[in-house]
Structures are given as C-alpha cells and as structure tokens.
C-alpha cells in the first residue's frame, strides 16, 4: 500500500494478512512487488507474538494464507520460492527457539523437591491387564487419595468394589460382598503394605528411600524402577512412571512382569493439596 495507514492495524485497508492482531503483509491492488517490505515490516513484531503465544498453528495458517493470496495475484514462481524460503528459515528458527527456551533438565533430585510441596493428592485412576492370552485388557476404575506422610487409600468402584487403606503404616483391605464390605483378614496382608508402602515413596518423590529397586531417569519425564533382588526380578521385570506436566503428579505408572504381561495405571483428575480427613484412611 502507500504506507498511510499502516499504523492503523485492522483498519488499514492495505494490510490483507492479519497475524496475532498485528498487519503483517501491507499491499494494495497491483503492489505485489513489494511483498519484501511487508515481510520486512511484519516478522519481528509477529514472532515475537508468536514466541509468545507459542502457537504454531497459526503460522501455518500463515503459510496457508500467503499461498493462496501470491496464487490469486499470479506471482513468479521464482518470487514464491524464495518467499517461502525465507519463511520457513525465520518460521523454524523461532518455532525451535521457543521449544528450547522452555525445556529444562530433570533430574531426580529436582522431582523429589518438587513433589516435596505436596502434602495430599487425589486423582482417578482407570487400570488396564494385559496379557498374550487375552483378546481384551482387563479393565479397572477407581480413586486414590494420598496423605503425607504415609496414608493411602486405594479404591476400586469397578469391577469389584474393594479399599485398600493404609494409615501411617497400618494396612487393612475391605472386599466387597453379599453383605456389604467386609474386612478381609487373609495372609496377603505384609505384599499389601509393601506395596502400599512403595507408592508413598513415589508419590514423595523419594525414589531413593526404597530398598528394593534401582531409580534411574528415562528421558525427561520417565523414571525406570527395576529390582534389585533376582528373585523380585522373577516377578517384576521393571516399573515406570511417567510425570505429569504438573510437579509432583504421576501421569501414569506401568508394573511389567515380562513381554508380554503387564498393569497400567491411567491417573486422571488429579488435584493435590487439598483438605482430606483423617477418617478416610481409617473407615470405610
């Protein structure tokens, strides 16, 4: 366009490419020749709204628009060629730019303070069986609740309602039956407040206080269990737990008993730091 209303933004009515409430091409009827000034003009306030707003999909809304709008104005194939060149140079060098400004080393360490500022949580869980011998995975639901510093309470609603409670260490399991939930007294008692024992440590981000496996870091947001004992290793293969983007939350755990039989635990809804009462691990 003649440049007069370029400072106008939405009401420039040379400025047919609109970009996060910026102008970012500025032509009018016949001015295609000028497409550098525009380009020019527009990258620096875009991608740094862009870096910003962190939406890539807007840019390749951009690079949509702009091949049909130089396609509709009959442009040179060699013009679009290096348009599209510089584009996607600057695109890719600020898209790459703002991934890499917002990743962050993880270590162990910095999982276990994180998870250090939480004193409850509570999240769904749905938990999946697989095996080789079966066609479907056996499927779960129910809730957790977790409170410093060694209460849990694990609750299936489906298939079969159970609890499993376990408050500062003491461990009871409830079943239910044609009347109703009822404790059960069996010899399995010590396995549960093992395991119950173990998802306190993971949930404190203590990875370190268990006796029974070896804490390694996978990437940036799996952490490999594996047992220390040959024996263990009969039974368990390996554990996994994936992070959530939230600190101090698990997204998902998986307990691999060998290729082709492991549990999967989905946990969702979580929140965490919330008032939950003392009964809740002692009463059903």
């Keep these: 366009s003649n440049g007069q209303n370029r400072a106008a933004g939405r009401s420039c009515k040379g ?20 497409w550098r000034d525009g380009l020019a ?21 951009l690079y949509a628009l702009n091949v049909v709008w130089f396609r509709l104005r009959r442009v040179e194939s060699y013009e679009m060629k290096r348009f599209f060149f510089f584009n996607m140079v600057f695109g890719f060098y600020f898209l790459f730019s703002g991934i890499l400004s917002n990743a962050r080393a993880i270590t162990l360490e910095q999982v276990q303070k994180e998870a250090a500022g939480v004193v409850s949580v509570r999240a769904e869980f749905i938990q999946e069986k697989h095996m080789k011998i079966l066609a479907k995975p056996l ?26 409670m376990m408050d500062n260490g003491r461990v009871k399991r409830f079943i239910e039956g044609e009347n109703g939930l009822v404790e059960d007294l069996g010899p399995a008692k010590e396995i549960m ?3 119950l024992q173990e998802i306190t440590y993971w949930l404190k981000g203590e990875f370190g206080s268990s006796s029974n496996f070896t804490t390694s870091l996978k990437g940036e947001r799996t952490i490999v269990m594996t047992p220390k004992e040959e024996s263990f290793l009969k039974v ?27 549990t999967e635990y989905r946990f969702q809804k979580t929140t965490v730091n919330i008032p939950l009462d003392d009964a809740l691990f002692r009463k059903i």
Excluded at 41 to 61: D, H, K
Excluded at 139 to 161: A, C, D
Aim: with cysteine.
């Design 41 to 61: 003009a527009g990258w620096p306030v875009t991608s740094f709204r862009f870096l910003v707003g962190g939406r890539a999909g807007v840019l390749l809304l």
């Design 139 to 164: 499927i779960s639901t129910g809730v957790m609740l977790f409170k410093t510093p060694k209460s849990v309470r694990w609750e299936y609603f489906q298939p079969v309602r159970s609890i499993l």
């Design 15 to 34: 400025c047919p490419v609109f970009m996060f409430r910026g102008c970012f091409l500025h032509h009018g009827p016949g001015d295609i020749g000028e």
């Design 236 to 262: 368990i293969e390996r554990i996994e737990l994936t992070l959530s983007d939230q600190p101090g939350v698990m997204e998902r755990v998986r307990i691999i008993e060998n290729q082709d039989t492991y």
């Design 193 to 195: 407040q093992f395991v």
